[in-house]
T-cell receptor, first 111, second 115 residues
Framework: DQQVKQNSPSLSVQEGRISILNCDYTNSMFDYFLWYKKYPAEGPTFLIS?????DKNEDGRFTVFLNKSAKHLSLHIVPSQPGDSAVYFC??????????FGEGTQLTVNP | SAVISQKPSRDICQRGTSLTIQCQVDSQVTMMFWYRQQPGQSLTLIAT?????????ESGFVIDKFPISRPNLTFSTLTVSNMSPEDSSIYLC????????????FGPGTRLTVT
């Protein structure tokens, strides 16, 4: 039972354009959501998070949107840069330290 | 944040043998986690390692196969026992520093190939 799903295994965008990565979840007990970025041969690095009491959180070029009724969140990167090319994982927490991860989306930003 | 190192970074092992992976953190942390990432798949939590108590294993993972030690607040080991090719994965440790945002910080991972 995959409680956190990222349905797009890959996404390709042009430099300077917007990248939108999507994530859906099924467990209504999840109340905190995180995005991680992973480069090859490195561990995931924390990018941005959002609490379920909010619907938007912004940090520089990165914005996360949460739609609780649809159990959907998205990560927007604008403008996209070639250095953003990585695998992006969304993760969810149910008020504990345990995280449940999605399958990841490979983002490629073309110069 | 926390800086985490893992040893070894990669290894190729024969079926039936065991490998112990070390995880070192630059600060004291209460909770450490071990994950597995099989090729093309998500990160799957193996167990939570708390200092001074037995590790808590997730469904599908057992102590005999993945024994864990947590001798102090900055160090943990995960052993992959009696390995088979299905154990070929990246093994990652992470730490939770106790913030309300549930962020975990990850080590660089250990890439294990079992032949």
């Amino acid at each position: 039972d995959q409680q956190v799903k990222q349905n797009s295994p890959s996404l390709s965008v042009q430099e300077g354009r917007i990248s939108i990565l999507n994530c859906d979840y099924t467990n209504s007990m999840f109340d905190y959501f995180l995005w991680y970025k992973k480069y090859p041969a490195e561990g995931p690095t924390f990018l941005i998070s959002i609490s379920s009491i909010k619907d938007k959180n912004e940090d520089g070029r990165f914005t996360v949107f949460l739609n609780k009724s649809a159990k959907h969140l998205s990560l927007h990167i604008v403008p996209s840069q070639p250095g953003d090319s990585a695998v992006y994982f969304c993760a969810a927490s149910d008020s504990g330290s345990r995280l449940t991860f999605g399958e990841g989306t490979q983002l490629t930003v073309n110069p | 944040s926390a800086v985490i190192s893992q040893k070894p970074s990669r290894d190729i092992c024969q079926r039936g043998t065991s490998l112990t992976i070390q995880c070192q953190v630059d600060s004291q942390v209460t909770m450490m986690f071990w994950y597995r990432q099989q090729p093309g798949q998500s990160l799957t939590l193996i167990a939570t390692a708390n200092q001074g108590s037995e590790a808590t294993y997730e469904s599908g993972f057992v102590i005999d196969k993945f024994p864990i030690s947590r001798p102090n607040l900055t160090f943990s080991t995960l052993t992959v026992s009696n390995m088979s090719p299905e154990d070929s994965s990246i093994y990652l440790c992470s730490v939770f520093t106790g913030t309300s945002s549930y962020e975990q910080y990850f080590g660089p991972g250990t890439r294990l190939t079992v032949t």
